[in-house]
């Protein structure tokens, strides 16, 4: 079997969130727990130069990923990814309690997402998405006889080393997303 021309991703498999460190280096993966949707769209902004009632020219400031993500349930590790803030484990089994703080001062760290579909035409289609960060908002929603829902939504500046914006990765063979 080779790899299929045209890829056609169908359904949501799993998204993989990666901290970044303030020296660059990626951690390890984190699964947001029922992963429902991960969405982007490569966007820039213009500056146009306008003379004589038309425009001369038109000049972009640089692309940038927009993202948004939506989970059902809540993991505190992926959480803190994307917020930032401390998780800080007490007690002992069967009585252990994670406790998730975030302080005013703590800022929201960059991090790396990655999204997988299976490709109805074979294998699997990825995106990912380098150096993100959560500038939009950070939601949960609690609601009666409803799931708990995570929502975020930021944007992909690319990688510090490689200028690598986004890439698309569609491999012959369906593979989970390594941490």
Same mark, same amino acid.
């Given at each position: 079997?080779?790899?299929?021309?045209?890829?056609?991703?169908?359904?949501? #498999?799993?998204?993989? *969130?990666?901290?970044?460190?303030? $020296?660059?280096?990626?951690?390890?993966?984190?699964?947001?727990? !029922?992963? #429902?949707?991960?969405?982007?769209? +490569?966007?820039?902004?213009?500056? =146009?130069?306008?003379?004589?009632?038309?425009?001369? $020219?038109?000049?972009?400031?640089?692309?940038?990923? @927009?993202?948004?993500?939506?989970? %059902?349930?809540?993991?505190?590790?992926?959480?803190?990814?994307?917020?930032? %803030?401390?998780?800080?484990?007490? %007690?002992?089994?069967?009585?252990?309690?994670?406790?998730?703080?975030?302080?005013?001062?703590?800022? #929201?760290?960059?991090? =790396?997402? +990655?999204? #997988?579909?299976?490709?109805?035409?074979?294998? /699997?289609?990825?995106?990912?998405?380098?150096?993100?960060?959560? /500038?939009?908002?950070? @939601?949960? +929603?609690?609601?009666?006889? $409803?799931?708990? *829902?995570? !929502?975020?939504?930021?944007?992909?500046?690319?990688? !510090?080393?490689?200028? @690598?914006?986004?890439?698309?990765?569609?491999? @012959?063979?369906?593979? !989970?997303?390594?941490?």
């Amino acid at each position: 079997m080779t790899i299929a021309t045209n890829a056609l991703p169908f359904g949501l #498999r799993e998204v993989v *969130l990666r901290p970044i460190d303030a $020296a660059g280096v990626v951690g390890v993966g984190i699964k947001l727990p !029922a992963a #429902r949707t991960f969405s982007f769209s +490569e966007t820039e902004d213009f500056e =146009e130069l306008a003379g004589d009632d038309v425009i001369q $020219a038109s000049h972009g400031s640089g692309p940038v990923v @927009e993202w948004d993500l939506e989970a %059902g349930g809540i993991s505190i590790a992926a959480y803190k990814v994307m917020a930032g %803030g401390a998780s800080v484990d007490t %007690g002992t089994t069967p009585a252990v309690v994670r406790t998730f703080t975030k302080k005013r001062t703590d800022a #929201r760290p960059y991090f =790396e997402v +990655e999204g #997988r579909a299976i490709s109805d035409s074979g294998g /699997d289609v990825r995106c990912k998405v380098f150096r993100c960060k959560a /500038d939009g908002a950070l @939601e949960g +929603e609690f609601g009666n006889g $409803a799931f708990f *829902l995570t !929502a975020a939504s930021g944007k992909g500046y690319g990688d !510090a080393t490689s200028d @690598e914006l986004y890439k698309f990765i569609h491999s @012959e063979t369906a593979a !989970a997303i390594t941490p």
